[in-house]
């Protein structure tokens, strides 16, 4: 037993080794179309997969992982690897239980294939959450680069094409990228926006749109109406980070009373436990 622990050990330390030396120099050198061979099957299995995708778990997918209408290849590549993970699961696993002439290991193997399903979930929801943040953070920024280019004289496609090349790299730049190449695309201004509006998922983003099919339909001035929303966000964000820094206090509590309240009355008890035990 102890054997194959440290045998464990052992492959696992090489393998973070390894790692640890291989990805810095793939970094460094980049290697294009190293693994073109695996491409065709890997299209094939998608293939595969597809059909067992329900039409609520693809609309789920395309939403956590901010899929455009027009790109719903993203959640069947992201089931197609989620089948993957749980069928290598469950046959190593099965392998596994066949070998040694023991059943549990075909309960392990389940319980790590749900796993397998489940964490890429857990990751794609929160690096959705992260991005969404980071939205929130540049949004006041795009208002005001809109504003402006609106004030020079440009149409609202062209201010957007010239705040999507000011904005700092991150998820509203590739937003607003893809909703210029929706446009560009034949696709109608309103149901461009419309897009960008599911993708993002953001009251900000609602409350933009809003403004810009009210000033289309009824006529009068997008800036001043911008520039006031590029305020409150900056209201808005203000109060969030407020907010954060009061809750940090009660988040603190959880870890002083699990773990340094603990530790501090060991250490102060322990001498004086010791002195009553040699006392007595």
């Known amino acids: 037993m102890w054997w194959f622990l440290s045998l464990c050990s052992a492959g696992i330390a090489m393998l973070l080794i390894v790692a640890g030396v291989w990805w810095p120099w793939v970094q460094a050198h980049p290697v294009a179309k190293s693994v073109s061979w695996l491409q065709p099957w890997w299209l094939v299995w998608v293939q595969i997969c597809s059909p067992l995708l329900s039409w609520r778990y693809r609309w789920y997918l395309q939403r956590e992982l901010g899929a455009a209408a027009q790109q719903p290849q993203l959640a069947d590549s992201f089931f197609a690897k989620q089948c993957a993970g749980v069928m290598a699961c469950f046959g190593m696993a099965s392998v596994w239980a066949l070998v040694k002439q023991q059943p549990a290991y075909v309960v392990t193997g389940i319980v790590a294939a749900v796993l397998v399903?489940?964490?890429?979930?857990?990751?794609?929801?929160?690096?959705?959450?992260?991005?969404?943040?980071?939205?929130?953070?540049?949004?006041?920024f795009m208002l005001d680069l809109i504003c402006l280019s609106i004030e020079a004289g440009h149409g609202i496609q062209h201010a957007l094409f010239m705040c999507s090349a000011e904005l700092p790299d991150g998820a509203l730049k590739q937003q607003l990228l893809l909703t210029l190449e929706s446009m560009r695309a034949g696709l109608t201004r309103e149901q461009a926006f419309k897009d960008f509006t599911d993708r993002v998922d953001l009251p900000e983003a609602y409350a933009f749109v809003a403004a810009l099919q009210q000033t289309i339909e009824?006529?009068?001035?997008?800036?001043?109406?911008?520039?006031?929303?590029?305020q409150q966000r900056r209201q808005e964000r203000f109060l969030r980070a407020e907010k954060q820094?009061?809750?940090?206090?009660?988040?603190?509590?959880?870890?002083?009373?699990?773990?340094?309240?603990?530790?501090?009355?060991?250490v102060i008890a322990?001498?004086?436990?010791?002195?009553?035990?040699?006392?007595l």
């Open 117 to 140: 399903f489940s964490l890429p979930l857990v990751r794609a929801r929160q690096q959705r959450h992260q991005s969404k943040k980071h939205m929130q953070r540049d949004f006041p």
């Open 218 to 230: 009824l006529g009068g001035r997008l800036a001043p109406a911008l520039r006031q929303q590029a």
């Open 245 to 266: 820094a009061l809750e940090a206090p009660v988040k603190m509590l959880l870890p002083l009373v699990v773990c340094i309240f603990p530790c501090t009355f060991f």
């Open 270 to 279: 322990y001498p004086l436990f010791f002195q009553l035990w040699q006392q």
